[in-house]
């Protein structure tokens, strides 16, 4: 499923008067089986040895993303407002184990997870705050992670602009540095 398939077929989908794409025709786009898959063979191909955040486009969406990576044999948390567990709990699992964390508008915003080293993007957003709110969940410092991978599987970056790279580290006082460069 090429990625400029994909980027076609929701450069034509209407936007709803939220500004974001409809959510029915986004939703029957992200949630056809060779996209899922497509998901599933990027997290295998580049993420596999990272703590990896996924988002989704909405409660069906994550929980059929969850069900294709189960099915892999891949330790999988989907947490959403239908979820009877609680976001904390999920969280501090989440950081002991190895595995995928696919969440719909509970990650976005606020939430501080310094130890994910990967992000997915499996959504459109038009909102270039909400994009940047999204991939700023891995720009968090933690003592073994000096990058975060962004893989944008929807053409984000086409709509928001490119992203920098930012590499963190600690001087030997403790002292961030940052070093960006364009990529």
């Not at 990967?118 to 073994?144: E, N």
């Not at 403790?174 to 460069?181: D, L, M, Q």
Request: proline share 3%; net charge positive.
């Amino acid at each position: 499923f090429p990625s400029h398939d994909i980027n076609d077929k929701l450069k034509n989908v209407r936007r709803a008067s939220t500004g974001e794409l409809n959510e029915f025709a986004h939703q029957e786009i992200l949630t056809q089986p060779c996209y899922l898959k497509e998901c599933l063979r990027a997290y295998q191909e580049h993420c596999s040895d990272r703590k990896t955040v996924i988002f989704g486009l909405n409660i069906a969406h994550a929980d059929m993303l969850g069900e294709v990576f189960r099915e892999a044999g891949i330790r999988t948390w989907v947490i959403h407002s239908k979820n009877e567990l609680k976001t904390e709990d999920v969280v501090r699992e989440f950081e002991r184990e190895d595995g995928v964390l696919i969440n719909v508008g509970k990650l976005t915003i606020g939430s501080d997870i310094p130890c994910i080293r990967a992000i997915i993007l499996a959504r459109r957003v038009m909102s270039t705050a909400l994009f940047f709110q999204m991939v700023g969940r891995g720009g968090r410092l933690y003592p073994v992670k000096s990058d975060c991978l962004i893989l944008d599987l929807t053409g984000n970056a086409w709509i928001h602009g490119t992203i920098l790279t930012i590499r963190l580290s600690r001087s030997p006082g403790g002292r961030v540095s940052r070093k960006k460069s364009l990529r």
